[in-house]
């Protein structure tokens, strides 16, 4: 399987005991391994894949990733659904708080993504050696308001304010300091939030129930949850 995945990315390899030998290094697959138990075997082409490919870019580039100085200049946080946890490994994410209601919003987490022109979420196995994930978490959150500073665009129709913008980063705005301001000025801090996709946002003031969830389609990310904008 390790074989395939190389292949897939123009990569001969061949499998010997503990790791694969490649032309561009080795790869060890005890880690792959460790990745795969627990999961069902229709995942497993999926899961390595992804940490193949995230090897093979750490082999490329001459050094790991994920070091602090590294994460404090690319590590965003980034909610994320159900579906895109889906034969993955996201065991360190966390749970959507609501700051209305205090209770977790089903259907959603907070997850640590790496953003560089491109959103690539970080899974279990990429961040085994970060110690501190309390760290990682606090970065994230301000680098993603960083990146999302000038990249939303809110437009309004009704009681509905449809926020949109140029990267899948865009359902986490509820996560950044001040991302939220424009959506105060149309609607006040208490609103309804409804993920289409994760890069489309509706949004509605409380008490308009009904129309966001009209408005929403039935492949949205979640349902919409209650979001008090600090």
């Known amino acids: 399987m390790v074989e395939e995945s190389l292949a897939a990315l123009g990569i001969d390899a061949k499998v010997e005991g503990d790791h694969a030998v490649t032309s561009v290094g080795e790869i060890p697959l005890a880690p792959v391994a460790a990745e795969l138990d627990g999961h069902d075997r229709r995942d497993w082409q999926c899961i390595v894949d992804e940490l193949v490919t995230r090897m093979v870019r750490s082999l490329l580039e001459g050094a790991t ?19 895109e946890r889906a034969g993955r490994s996201f065991d360190y994410a966390r749970p959507l708080i609501s700051t209305v209601t205090g209770a977790q919003v089903p259907g959603l987490v907070v997850a640590l993504a790496w953003f560089d022109d491109e959103v690539e979420l970080l899974n279990d196995a990429a961040l085994a050696e970060i110690d501190d994930l309390d760290s990682a978490y606090r970065r994230g959150s301000q680098r993603l308001a960083t990146v999302l500073a000038e990249d939303l665009g809110v437009t309004r129709e009704g009681n509905i304010v449809t926020v949109t913008g140029s990267s899948w980063l865009v359902s986490s705005w509820p996560l950044a300091a001040g991302a939220g301001q424009p959506i105060v000025d149309e609607l006040g801090h208490d609103v309804l939030v409804g993920i289409e996709s994760p890069d489309t946002v509706l949004v509605t003031a409380i008490g308009h129930a009904p129309e966001l969830d009209s408005a929403l389609s039935p492949s949205r990310i979640a349902d919409p949850f209650a979001w008090h904008i600090g």
């Open 65 to 83: 990733r994920l070091t602090d100085a590294t994460l404090a200049e690319h590590v965003v946080v980034k909610i994320l659904g159900d579906r």
